[in-house]
């Protein structure tokens, strides 16, 4: 998959220009928006001045406007298909990926669009903290018991999944920024060891820009 740049976008403010672009495009037209693992609804604060019916879902919902959807299962309401499913940061925590991913795509319309987002394995961070420990960050034990991290989403093997699922991906992208070797926080603690870890991690991002960022977005189009 070709990456298309590293942003320092937060992955909702990444996901709010996506779905904004889409709105956009649509000229006036109603929009559905589904937000599959919505939790208190987060994204939808970043869309406010946006004209579009929400949908939240959420395996455990925690606000009125969410409903249950255990997306191991199909799709189990009757509101038309969406044109636009935000899925952040839930791909991770799926025992199924591939099954859940299906159901996805079976509820978007044709034409419609997939926007993900999830932790990024080959994150400079990852890779260091990998070399020391000889665990990822962000699919530790911690994050298996704490987080319920139980699949890493190699970006690879996300992409077959979505194509399995009958999406193709039309953009990549890394989130969360580049590691800054200078700032306020270099200072506190063990410097040494700082700057040592993150010149380390600059070298690593110089040769393998996929490495940049926490997190990284795909945008997949639901194939006609």
């Known amino acids: 998959m070709v990456l298309n740049g590293n942003l320092q976008l937060n992955r909702y403010e990444w996901a709010s ?36 019916e929400y949908k939240g879902f959420d395996l455990d919902p925690i606000t009125p406007i969410t409903e249950k959807w255990n997306i191991e299962e199909p799709f189990p309401y009757l509101y038309p298909q969406p044109q636009v499913v935000a899925l952040l940061e839930v791909i991770e925590h799926l025992n199924n990926p591939s099954l859940c991913l299906k159901n996805i795509g079976n509820t978007v319309m044709s034409g419609g669009y997939l926007i993900l987002t999830t932790p990024n394995p080959k994150w ?66 063990n410097i040494l060891k700082k700057f040592i870890a993150r010149s380390i991690k600059k070298i690593i991002e110089s040769r ?17």
């Open 208 to 224: 393998d820009p996929s490495s940049c960022g926490m997190s990284y977005g795909i945008v997949a189009k639901k194939s006609i």
């Open 124 to 189: 400079s961070t990852s890779m260091v903290n990998l070399f020391a420990t000889g665990e990822l960050s962000c699919f530790t034990q911690s994050d298996l018991d704490l987080n319920h991290h139980v699949f890493t989403p190699w970006v690879h093997i996300v992409e077959k999944i979505l194509l399995d699922s009958g999406f193709n991906i039309i953009e990549y992208v890394t989130l969360d920024g580049k590691t800054t070797v200078f700032d306020n926080t270099l200072f506190k603690g």
């Open 17 to 52: 220009g996506k779905i904004k672009n889409i709105l956009n495009e649509q000229e006036g037209q109603a929009i559905t928006l589904f937000d599959i693992g919505s939790r208190d609804n987060i994204l939808k604060e970043y869309l406010l001045d946006c004209s579009f």
